[in-house]
């Protein structure tokens, strides 16, 4: 039997995901499938982001290449940064976290309509200096969001 008659690639997906390219994108909202594993991780970084309760500075997220990494944090940028959360994929995304989690589908849908966003900075270069890789990103998502600030150095 042939099988690829009977599977078809869905257009929104793609072989990988770039936070800077697709942070803007609808349709990484539209296109994520949360399981338990990935609803525990929104539970965790931005569960108590939004309730403002983190003791959480960092966190390493590590996994074998295509297994949704950056999908997760493009995702979460996007709620974070209140990017694309009028539409109907950011409600058929709620719906789907619900299926997990009811209460954090609802702080998702309270911190989409009552909270400030954050101002998410995706690194859009590869300097050899770090600093100026954060400096040249940081000044770009100024710029994007019309805020004016006036930096001395790089830190």
Do not use: W
């Amino acid at each position: 039997m042939d099988y690829t008659k009977l599977v078809a690639k869905k257009r929104q997906y793609k072989y990988s995901v770039n936070i800077c390219f697709d942070l803007r994108d609808e349709e990484r909202i539209a296109g994520f499938i949360p399981n338990v594993t990935t609803t525990e991780i929104f539970r965790e970084y931005l569960g108590s982001m939004i309730r403002g309760n983190s003791d959480i500075r960092s966190r390493i997220l590590y996994g074998s290449y295509g297994t949704g990494k950056s999908h997760l944090l493009t995702v979460m940028s996007a709620i974070l940064g209140h990017i694309n959360i009028k539409g109907e994929s950011f409600k058929n995304f709620t719906k789907l976290i619900e299926k997990y989690d009811d209460d954090l589908a609802a702080d998702i849908r309270k911190f989409a309509k009552e909270k400030k966003p954050y101002l998410v900075v995706p690194i859009y270069s590869d300097y050899d200096d770090f600093g100026k890789c954060i400096s040249f990103s940081l000044k770009k998502e100024l710029d994007r969001n019309n805020i004016q600030v006036t930096f001395k150095g790089f830190f």
